[in-house]
């Protein structure tokens, strides 16, 4: 995980890769650091805390130079502290180094390191890289060779960026790890994602798999890891700056929760005429993900297997390689809002191994895993800065629905979302009530069931209760003996075909006396409940999404009633590029 950029120009670059770091802090943040070149020499200031916690006390943008990198961390190797934040130097504090990514033989090199004599500041498996790099010029070879060969010396992940004192070049490279270049005029950038970028440019270039290059203020060079020239196309993104700020909201999640009802049109318009011919002709479809992305998926087996008729087996990507065995005729469905997580890049490559076509849902064009793909269906969502998803879902939702119901009158989907919120000020009063409870229960069928889902993956992501999710039938096979006196119980139940089993669920619930709140259009269903939210529209089929932002709400009120920033769960990390 962990967010890194690099800024080569005449500009301040202590406060361009400052900005930088506070958009990528989604990535990582729990230390940071920035160092840069200047007349005097390498200055390099990092700590322990959030982006602007770190960067004020240290006074960022007093750093002179115009060519830097930066680093907002998400720990794998070493506890969080000063030490530990890149970037790293190697023994002569010339060479500097940030790192994305795991490197697995760390400790191998690093002792045979240690053996001649370097010595080291932290406990990552990063510092390393500079401490190679050292070696390499030690021994005559030109920077970006010893970049290079360094590199190629080590197993595992890396998106990592180098500066030298004195040079005016940074030295970027990647291996299943995202890592974009960012061309400006007179300046040029390298980032973990472009939106850290788009004050400066909107052309980018996305890093290839073991790809590296050589920035300039003039120019960049790329080069495959045998360091040959390779000509590489800039790609144009119409994303906005603003996009990437919260406009008046005081966290991005709230923004991006109503950002929803804007960008659902942009979803279904998404251009989905390659992927029609794939669904149709596939004798076999799996579908992976991870996390909200996984929901989405099991959203598209409900509906292919009930609609089209398909058998479609939904897998957590992390597992996929361990219990799915695809084929040549088998097509598989990849939903990412990122396009880089790294347990979805192995499912797909297991599967490309085994001959199988592949579709990706993504909103990040250029990303990982549409290089792996056969097809990629861009989601249109715009970027997404909040840690928890939530438009991109909804992004993910209105794609599959387009997939599965190519002849059916979408139209109605944002406004009947948008509709859906204004339910905000009863639900925060909701969430209010629910900041003291231990267990908070979610109960669905049917197309309810991952939405559910969802919505208790929000909460406990966010507001650190624990909350669960099943069936509604379900619960007579053992969660029912959890429920007591006062527990919260939120009961997905549109009018649709499950009403009645919801209710007789929701009964179940009230004669152990927990707390019903529903979400529902169902005068019955609100009669039996303690509190009846009112969800809008009529079409059973469209109810997932009258559904979705309510619980996104009641999420984002529970975290915030409890003094957590919603945007930045303990623990957790966008984008998240290990395994
Ligand atoms: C939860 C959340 C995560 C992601 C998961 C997959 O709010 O955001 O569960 O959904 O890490 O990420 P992507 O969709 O980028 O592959």
Redesign the pocket.
């Known amino acids: 995980m962990c967010g890194i950029i690099g800024y080569v120009g005449n500009g301040k670059a202590s406060e361009i890769i400052y900005n930088g770091l506070r958009t990528l802090e989604y990535r990582g943040y729990d230390s940071v650091g920035v160092v840069v070149d200047t007349p005097s020499g390498i200055d390099l200031r990092k700590g322990k805390g959030m982006v602007e916690e770190v960067g004020d006390s240290l006074d960022f943008t007093s750093m002179g130079g115009s060519i830097g990198i930066g680093h907002t961390r998400w720990a794998t190797h070493g506890v969080p502290c000063k030490e530990n934040a890149h970037p790293h130097t190697d023994c002569t504090g010339k060479i500097a180094i940030v790192h994305n990514g795991v490197i697995e033989n760390y400790q191998e090199l690093r002792d045979e390191l240690a053996g001649k004599g370097h010595k080291f500041s932290s406990e990552t498996d990063s510092e390393i890289i500079a401490h190679l790099v050292e070696e390499g010029k030690k021994s005559g070879k030109e920077t970006f060779q010893a970049f290079l060969s360094s590199l190629k010396m080590l197993k595992g992940s890396y998106a990592a960026a180098l500066l030298v004192e004195g040079e005016k070049k940074l030295y970027v490279a990647r291996k299943n790890s995202p890592l974009v270049v960012g061309l400006g005029k007179g300046e040029n950038l390298a980032a973990s994602d472009m939106t850290a970028m788009l004050r400066h440019t909107r052309d980018f270039v996305p890093l290839g798999e073991m790809e590296a290059a050589v920035l300039e203020p003039r120019g960049v060079a790329f080069y495959s890891m045998d360091g040959n020239e390779l000509r590489k196309e800039p790609m144009h993104v119409d994303w906005s700056t603003e996009m990437a700020e919260k406009g008046g909201f005081p966290h991005f999640m709230l923004k991006e929760i109503h950002d929803q009802k804007h960008f659902l049109y942009e979803s279904l318009a998404a251009d989905v005429s390659r992927a029609h011919p794939l669904i149709s002709n596939a004798k076999k479809i799996h579908i992976t993900?991870?996390?909200?992305?996984?929901h989405a998926s099991l959203m598209f087996k409900c509906l292919s297997q009930k609609f089209l008729g398909k058998d479609c087996d939904a897998t957590i990507a992390s597992e996929y390689p361990f219990i799915s065995n695809p084929d040549s005729n088998t097509l598989v469905i990849a939903?990412?809002?990122?396009?880089?997580?790294a347990d979805?890049m192995r499912a797909l490559e297991y599967a490309r191994g085994k001959g199988a076509k592949i579709l990706s849902l993504t909103n990040v064009a250029g990303s990982s895993i549409t290089r792996i793909s056969d097809e990629v269906v861009l989601l249109n969502s715009g970027p997404e800065v909040s840690?928890?998803?939530?438009k991109?879902?909804t992004s993910q939702l209105a794609v599959l629905y387009r997939l599965v119901f190519p002849g059916k009158d979408l139209s109605a989907i944002p406004a009947l979302l948008g509709k859906s919120l204004e339910s905000e000020i009863e639900i925060k009063r909701i969430s209010e009530s629910l900041r003291e409870k231990r267990d908070i229960f979610f109960l669905g069928r049917g197309l309810s069931v991952p939405i559910a889902m969802e919505g208790a993956?929000?909460l406990k992501?966010i507001s650190y209760l624990h909350a669960e999710a099943y069936p509604g039938g379900e619960l007579k096979h053992g969660p029912l003996s959890l429920i007591e006196p006062g527990v919260p119980v939120i009961a997905l139940a549109p009018n649709d075909e499950t009403v009645y089993k919801m209710l007789g669920n929701i009964k179940e619930v009230r004669a152990r006396g927990g707390f019903v709140v529903s979400f529902t259009n169902s005068r019955e269903i609100a009669k039996e409940s303690d509190i009846a939210v009112e969800i809008p529209g009529s079409d059973p089929l469209l109810a997932p999404f009258a559904m979705i932002a309510p619980l996104q709400l009641l999420a984002y009120y529970a975290s915030v009633s409890k003094g957590i920033n919603p945007d930045r769960p303990r623990n957790l990390a966008?984008?998240?590029t290990v395994e």
Do not use: P
């Open positions: 993900a991870c996390g909200t992305s996984y939903i990412s809002q990122s396009g880089e997580t979805t840690v928890a998803a939530t991109t879902f993956l929000k992501e966008k984008s998240v």
